[in-house]
């Protein structure tokens, strides 16, 4: 049979990420062992020094969190490492990433049998030297022999179907909104190129936010509230925060979603039943500022390339 030339895009995320394929004609995303196209950028630990990654090692976040990572590529270029005391070690975010990344590598081994030793892995444009070199760091500790780095704008322009061939010049605002973080990029088509002209976000802006907005609005019902400042109330408010980020997922499809938990959460020595009902009119309205926010970010961006309003 003869060989087909493969080339694979990842994206390594704040939170989740996600490796496609292309064989020339065709693009397929990757499948997980669970089956899911996305993976959990998350990381555990064990005392014994096992390394578990992706969705196993995401429901270890509420059961054991001072041995699982995630939210890693915020640190990215940074000579912060992370430590998992059971097993006495600590990680940099680049050794972190390339767990991930791995996982990804293994997945395409698995599905299509071939060994992939290059890609192109999607990066922040706001992204410099620091973070660039971490991300190609991670991708030689997970194995890859040659990796090219693409900005996430222009991989959003390319895949929302941006075309070298076109004559018209014009200007692309791609709006990205992540789990951690949020990234607003200007890009410019002018001779047949596609560059970043300008980029703007908040680091401190991301799904995670609008889930804690839902958690807390969830957690205002309950009969005794929990709070997060209060550090005996944590494992209680991450279950909550679990089941508002999936009720927030149901309601993309539907206008009314149930968040019940299996077992009563422990909140000051007291057993609290969960059992709310969520709709996708009061999520809108709790994650009002959230979308202000970004606009605000928005509107700066283009004001200061002259796109503003007069």
């Known amino acids: 049979m003869a060989e087909t030339p493969l080339y694979v895009g990842i994206d390594l995320g704040t939170t989740n990420s996600a490796a496609a394929v292309f064989d020339g004609e065709r693009v397929g ?28 090692a995401r429901r270890f976040l509420e059961q054991d969190p001072a041995n699982t990572a995630g939210e890693f590529k915020r640190l990215m270029g940074t000579d912060k490492a992370i430590e998992f005391p059971a097993a006495g070690a600590k990680k940099k975010p680049e050794e972190l990433s390339a767990e991930v ?3 990804l590598r293994q997945d395409i081994t698995d599905q299509l049998g071939v060994t992939i030793d290059r890609a192109v892995i999607s990066v922040p444009a706001l992204f410099e030297l620091p973070q660039s070199s971490a991300t190609s760091e991670a991708a030689r500790l997970a194995g890859f022999s040659r990796v090219e780095l693409l900005q996430e704008p222009i991989a959003s322009a390319l895949a929302a179907g941006w075309r070298a061939d076109e004559d018209a010049a014009g200007t692309w605002l791609v709006f990205d909104l992540g789990g951690g973080t949020f990234d607003a990029s200007l ?27 839902i958690t807390e609005h969830l957690a205002s019902l309950l009969p005794v509230v929990p709070s997060r400042s209060n550090v005996h109330h944590t494992s209680a408010l991450r279950a909550l925060r ?42 809108e309205r709790l994650c009002a500022p959230l979308v202000d926010r970004a606009l605000e970010v928005c509107t700066r961006l283009l004001a200061g390339n002259g796109l503003g309003p007069g």
């Open 29 to 56: 995303v990757v499948r997980n062992a669970q089956g899911a196209t996305v993976t959990p950028s998350v990381v555990r630990i064990d005392k014994q020094g096992r390394v578990t990654v992706g969705t196993r």
């Open 101 to 103: 990344l791995k996982a």
């Open 242 to 283: 679990l089941a508002a980020e999936d009720a927030k997922i149901e309601l993309s499809r539907g206008e009314r979603a149930q968040v019940a938990l299996a077992q009563p959460l422990i909140i000051d020595d007291r057993e609290v039943e969960v059992d709310l009902e969520l709709t996708r009119a009061t999520v």
């Open 187 to 213: 890009l410019e088509t002018r001779d047949g190129l596609l560059r970043v002209v300008g980029h703007d976000g908040d680091n401190f802006l991301g799904g995670r936010d609008f889930d804690w907005a």
